[in-house]
């Protein structure tokens, strides 16, 4: 009678522990518009907590496995990132996301010369000195005039001519031939370097933090999101997975990451 009782609730143990899972641990769908209500595709998802990624589709629509409680970002290039933390009735609903477009900075110009209003005086600040306009025309009029003199003939002297080492051997156009023959024979073998989608490029730095190791700006006080941002400027400033998203490099990409860091804690006043 023991055994029945124990086992009955070993059952219901099982049971209750599964539909806890089942339920702690499902999928969010969702629809990615920006400010004009235009379906986005190829928008990042990803779930910080969980550490998992996907992307929307061509309708701007998605879906990824989360819980209550998880962060999820949103991320495109050109626009505003957007966290979001799930709630128990994000299961219930899709879930509307709408990315706003980030403004470009223009960097400031200083004017040195205050205009006075009046045209006629403003106007002659942006003409030509005396001496230059008087060189330019110059310059015109020798240009547009009838040759004086016969040109000499672009040839050497037999006086300075050297000794003619293409007697007896192959002539330059023969040369020339094989030369372009090796070239396309070996022309396949080299890879060609392109410039990266954004999904090359977001999967490269993903990869990136994956196998590269990163402690070294830890003492920085460099959290995730702050390395991220720092990849991002290194991305920008030395096209990292224009240069190595074919041909992976660790070693090369640190090096490369540790120069452009020199900089960038420069610009955001970091030390250790």
Known sequence: MKMKVAFHKLVTVVALLTIIFTFSQQQILGKIV??????????????????????SNISGEFSIEAKE???VKFIKEGFYRIDKIIKKETFNSQLQIQLVRAEAL?????????????????????????????L?????????????????KNEISKTFKGHDFQAGHLSLDILETIATIIFLTKKGS????????????QNFLAK???EVDLTMFEKYGMDEEKIDYFLAYAEKVNHLSKKYRKDFNAAAILSEL???????SKLNKLSE
Request: aromatic share 8%.
């Open 208 to 210: 990136v933090k994956a």
């Open 258 to 264: 540790q120069n452009a860091f020199v900089e960038y």
């Open 106 to 134: 223009i960097q400031e110009v200083e004017i040195d010369y205050k205009p006075s209003g009046d045209f006629a005086k403003d106007s002659k600040r942006l003409d030509d000195s005396k001496k230059v306009a008087s």
């Open 136 to 152: 330019k025309s110059e310059l015109n009029d020798y240009m547009k005039s009838e040759l004086n003199e016969p040109l000499p």
């Open 190 to 201: 080299i890879t060609k370097i392109t410039t990266p989608n954004y999904i090359e490029t």
């Open 34 to 55: 920006d400010e004009d209500h235009n379906d986005m595709n190829a928008v990042l998802i990803f779930n910080t907590t969980q550490n998992i990624k996907t992307y």
């Open 69 to 71: 409680n998880d962060e």
